[in-house]
């Protein structure tokens, strides 16, 4: 994945669950921060990503990866969307 701030990778940028709990931030750094409730980078790491298909590294070593599917990234049993279009994503949902 190569990205930079005038060309950043097109899934770069917040993802959040429907409820907003789980809320991660891809940078276009290649690195990521995930917020769980009110634990602001309960989780940090690299990621990177080959077609659509995301595999993370946390800065402990533990790896995951998900897939990203229309819009909607897949990760670890989670539904994430883009934070723009939680909303309406809820609206999917339920």
Request: proline residues 2%; hydrophobic residues 30%.
């Amino acid at each position: 994945m190569k990205t930079d701030k005038t060309n950043p990778h097109p899934y770069v940028g917040m993802w959040v669950t429907a409820d907003g709990y789980i809320r991660h931030e891809l940078l276009s750094n290649g690195r990521y921060d995930e917020a769980r409730g009110n634990r602001k980078s309960a989780y940090q790491g690299s990621y990177t990503v080959e077609g659509d298909h995301i595999a993370y590294v946390d800065d402990t070593g533990f790896t995951a990866d998900g897939d990203f599917r229309e819009g909607v990234l897949y990760h670890a049993g989670m539904i994430l969307y883009r934070e723009h279009n939680k909303e309406g994503a809820k609206n999917i949902v339920g």
